[in-house]
């Protein structure tokens, strides 16, 4: 199957999104498949207001219905709710191309968090934005729930997986300051509510792995913990090893990426009782949920490293790219060349 995946977030952009869809290509490739992706990376960019290391396309829509007319997809898939996801739902609405979308990042809390807008009003564009889709593709069961509450009647499950060669239980000193060493990755952003675990009264060391537009404020109003940039995967394995608790402050993540990664590494992990913590955790014991973050991280100190590798083991990208591929598959068969 020869499928398109339109998207506005694309290397360099270090992230889940960029991440998921990067491995479910890689995949599909091994499954047979052909997939082309469309990204900023072919068009004039300008920085995202409040967020300049997020690159948003400008006035391509005619190069976008060009590439996707030329390359004649058997199936589109519009990963992203921007300028090119915009575009390309228009030309797929114009020519009756069936296509599906996902919903990656909760969008509507993001932009409550950063502007003060009403979370109906974004919940609106979004029922607009992905309601001609033949599926919108949700990464849990908890967030399937949550779409549908406001008001989606087209939401499937695409799920996560993590790569259990690069993220592996290791012998590593990465990180040799005072023990026991709390670890947060990924993006320094509000909504990510990286300052709710830097505020913690813990014993030991903090460590905060990623960079983000909060980050030079973090950086100056917590300057006892300690702080790397962007890290490649092998090189953030050896991190996750060297750490005793993996920190996931956020409540508004849809999955996290990172709660895999580091439990793949051994490493348990303390959050919220929120959506992406709970259908990743589940009712494992290779982390502790409480809405008392300071507990959650204490009480973690006491997981097995291996009962936390355990649980990760559970979550395969193939299995995750099966259930996107077979989404795909209505849109398929009525596109392909008989």
């Known amino acids: 199957m020869r499928v398109m995946i339109v998207t506005d977030a694309w290397s360099p952009q270090v992230n889940g999104v960029v991440r998921t869809l990067t491995t479910t290509r890689r995949e599909m490739q091994a499954m047979g498949h052909e997939v082309d992706i469309l990204s900023p990376l072919e068009f004039r960019t300008l920085p995202c207001p409040t967020y300049p290391d997020i690159r948003l396309s400008v006035l391509a829509g005619n190069a976008v219905r060009k590439r996707i007319r030329d390359y004649a997809p058997h199936a589109l898939h519009i990963a992203t709710e921007g300028p090119l996801g915009l575009a390309a739902r228009r030309h797929a609405l114009d020519h009756d191309r069936p ?12 932009v409550k968090a950063r502007t003060g807008i009403p ?4 919940y609106r564009f979004l029922r607009w934005f992905h309601g ?60 990510k509510n990286v300052e709710a675990f830097l505020q913690l009264d ?10 983000g537009p909060a980050l030079a404020g973090l950086r100056a109003r917590y300057p006892d913990a300690y702080y790397l940039g962007v890290m490649k995967q092998p090189e953030l394995a050896e991190v996750y090893a060297a750490a005793d608790v993996f920190v996931f402050p956020s409540k508004t993540d849809t999955f996290g990426l990172v709660l895999l990664e580091a ?24 982390g502790v949920m409480h809405d008392d973050l300071r507990q959650a991280c204490l009480a973690a100190l006491n997981i097995d490293r291996r009962t936390a590798r355990a649980h990760a083991e559970k979550f395969s990208w193939r299995a995750a790219t099966e259930q996107f591929v077979g989404h795909l598959h209505p849109a398929a068969q009525e596109t392909m060349p008989a």
């Open 119 to 122: 979370l109906a009003w974004t």
């Open 202 to 211: 813990l014993p030991g060391s903090k460590w905060v792995v990623g960079d």
């Open 99 to 110: 296509f599906t979308t996902a919903y990656h990042t909760r969008f509507p809390e993001y």
């Open 132 to 191: 001609p889709a033949r599926a919108v593709m949700a990464p849990t069961p908890a967030v399937k729930s949550d779409l549908e509450a406001f008001g989606f009647d087209n939401v499937a499950l695409w799920s996560r997986g993590v790569d259990l060669d690069v993220f592996r239980m290791q012998d590593s000193h990465r990180l040799d300051t005072e023990r026991p060493i709390f670890l947060y990755v990924g993006r320094v952003a509000v909504e």
């Open 263 to 286: 439990m793949a590494c051994g490493l348990p992990v303390a959050a919220y009782p929120v959506t992406g913590p709970i259908d990743v955790l589940g009712d494992s014991p290779a």
